[in-house]
């Protein structure tokens, strides 16, 4: 795949597209009723940011050794072992991108036919066409699909900041009441931080691209890191808004947070508003997905990991590995519950990003500092790794069954990578 097709700024609002999805617009009511104060959620929020930031630092430094497309797959295979690359991009195609894809197909077609006043269809015909154009769109020439990737984000942004701009009436408005003690707030913070950070997954976005960025060895790590800060400051900014806006009994375990802020803020209007940022984040996050999602199992095929009609060739977009993805979201889409896709992707997720970031140590402790600088040194991929481990265990603890299912892809992964190698061997 030739690298210099994707500029920096389309990488950032990759990384922007993949990150900002329905989670910031519907997390806090449900934290606020775990935290009971509304500034803990805020910290909460800060919280998720910082994790995520040290998840771009680490993948960064990961980057800088290895600038090509694939993510996860490529630094586990170079980090810890073939096999262990191989199983992890088997599990990206299933619950990082065919999965996720598919959850936001169905939040699609429910706040698109809240924006147009209109019944939603009992089956998800809306989200089926969405994927199948997002599909289209990326099946072209690179940077047509990257263009049109960065109009859409701008225009969610824009739609954001509008938002926050217009809520600044909010100032000078009687205090409201800011919610009650809880009694265990530690233990309401190990429920809600998974959910806050999983609306943060995303950051490692350009790391799928990489072999596709134009210097990718100084682009992709400063997408990640910026990406990253950008968002950190948009949901901070945003859930601000949204738990001033109003008592806290009235947005207390309340999905639809974001809508109740700007009712109470703006009337319906600022109702509508808020409803279309929801619209075009999920639609970006469709797009995003499959603009990265493909270039990991095309590196795959590149390796001799998958057939090689998976791969891209002169310059030309991975349509095969596109087909294979949107055809598994649409399977995911059809089968399977958004709560169950939700529990389902977090889990399985995280433990991928944290085995990541566990190859970086490895690799630092082989190659040593100067070939593999790591901004924080070693407290940032420490960090990151106990908090993912933390939100691990929790989640096994609230949705046991959900996270046997990721259990069943992480050993199916790991079967079929284990078939895959000597056959490779034979092949090769």
């Known amino acids: 795949m030739t690298a ?67 993510g996860e797959y490529e630094y586990l295979r170079r980090t810890v072992h073939p096999l262990a690359g191989t199983a992890t991009g088997i599990v990206s195609l299933l619950a990082g991108f065919s999965a996720p894809l598919a959850a936001a197909a169905h939040l699609l077609q429910s706040y698109g ?137 009235a947005l207390t375990g309340k999905p639809e947070i974001a809508a109740i802020a700007a009712a109470a803020l703006l009337g319906r209007p600022g109702e509508l508003l808020v409803t279309a940022i929801v619209v075009l984040a999920l639609l970006t996050s469709i797009t995003g997905m499959t603009m990265a999602g493909p270039r990991v199992y095309a590196r795959m095929a590149e390796n001799g990991d998958l057939p090689r009609c998976f791969g891209g060739h002169d310059g030309r977009p991975p349509r095969t590995a596109i087909a294979l993805q949107a055809a598994l979201a649409l399977g995911f889409l059809w089968a399977a519950e958004l709560q169950q896709l939700m529990s389902y992707i977090g889990w399985t997720l995280s433990l991928s990003a944290a085995a990541t970031v566990w190859g970086l140590v490895r690799l630092r402790r082989r190659e040593g500092a100067a070939a593999v600088p790591c901004p924080g040194w070693p407290f940032v991929p420490l960090v990151f790794v106990a908090a993912i481990l933390w939100f691990a265990v929790g989640a096994v603890l609230a949705a046991p069954r959900d996270c046997l299912l990721g259990l069943g892809t992480l050993l ?17």
């Not at 800060?46 to 995520?52: C, E, H």
């Open 4 to 70: 210099g097709g994707i500029r920096e700024r389309s990488a950032v609002a990759l990384v922007v597209a993949n990150m900002v999805g329905v989670g910031v617009f519907t997390t806090s009511g449900f934290a606020l009723h775990d935290l009971g104060d509304r500034r803990l959620v805020l910290v909460a929020w800060l919280l998720g940011g910082a994790i995520a930031l040290c998840g771009a630092l680490s993948y960064g430094a990961l980057a800088l050794r290895f600038p090509d497309s694939g």
């Open 113 to 249: 036919c809240r924006l147009l006043d209109v019944q939603a269809p009992a089956l998800p015909w809306t989200g089926t066409a969405a994927i199948l154009l997002a599909a289209g769109m990326h099946g072209g020439a690179v940077r047509v699909g990257a263009r049109l990737q960065d109009l859409v984000v701008g225009a969610k942004l824009l739609l954001a900041v509008a938002f926050v701009a217009l809520s600044l009436r909010l100032f000078g408005r009687p205090p409201t009441n800011g919610g009650r003690a809880v009694a265990a707030p530690m233990a309401g913070l190990a429920t809600t931080m998974p959910w806050i950070y999983l609306a943060y997954s995303g950051w490692n976005a350009a790391a799928y691209i990489a072999g596709e960025v134009e210097q990718p060895r100084r682009s992709v790590p400063r997408a990640m890191l910026f990406g990253c800060l950008l968002v950190t400051a948009l949901y901070l900014a945003l859930n601000a808004v949204f738990l001033w806006s109003a008592d806290a009994s």
């Open 412 to 428: 199916l992964a790991v079967s079929v990578a284990r078939w895959r190698r000597p056959h490779r061997e034979v092949t090769d």
